[in-house]
């Protein structure tokens, strides 16, 4: 079996497309949706990253402002930078990007964004409205698999759905959302996690198989069923002296030994990462028409 390669980057621009038609129906009435992104810090990841949704928001037609602290710059400062976010009308979704220098906590920092503008989904608030049942904004990586999956043709429901990893950012809200009712969701779900003894015995009985470890090539071929559908969460790098650059990027999964066995598989780059940025357009939109 040769796995169907799932293209992330195509599903990504089906959600822009959502996106844009619901921007025009809000300019329409006058109204420009807003994010801010605050960055502390030059972590070349980050700066990345926020290079990225500067560049989406412009092309969707979101006013996007970001604003750039130095890595020395004090909690207090970058609360009270939050605070301005959280009260200036033109912003209607607010993003601290992550990680923060280590004098800082993330916690009073995520739970200083208000939970109407936490484009981010990590709100406690956000987060136990998921857990509830009834979710406001929804972290993105955590949707971005539900939609791929949706978009592919792989409707959770009734499937035995095991995730390895159990992060804020992808396990833990991702085995909530799928625990949920409704399409994209009534699955039975395991999460494994660095706790777990003999994680082959789970992966192998996984339907729908999501990584999310951090670690290269963690699951290997005999660590999966036939026909099983894996969702790679990963973005590692390893050193490669044949490429430019002197390493390359590769998933949690080793592609090309799962591939001989998966139905379907996402790769790495081209995966779940473009989805991670489109559902921030998302949710930015999202808040400003509650707004309404």
Known sequence: MSARVIDGNKIAGEVYLQVEEDIRRLKDKGVTPGLGVILVGNNPASLSYVKSKEKKCAGVGIYERTVRLSADASEAEILRTVDECNSDTNIHGVLVQLPLPRHISPER???????????????????????????????????????????????????????????????????????????????TVTVCHTGTENMAYFTRQADILVVAMGKPHAITADMVKEGVVVIDVGINRVEDVSVPGGYRLVGDVDFQAVSEKAAAITPVPGGVGPMTVAMLMYNTVEAANAFF
């Open 109 to 187: 920092v995520v739970e200083r964004i208000s939970p109407e503008k936490d484009v981010d989904g990590l709100h406690p608030v956000n987060m136990g409205r998921l857990l509830k049942g009834t979710p406001y904004l929804l972290p993105c990586t955590a949707h971005g698999i539900q939609r791929i999956l949706l978009s592919a043709g792989y409707d959770t429901m009734g499937k035995h759905v095991v995730i390895c990893g159990r992060s804020n950012i992808a396990g833990r809200p991702l085995a909530a959302l799928l625990l949920g009712k409704g399409r994209g969701a009534n699955a």
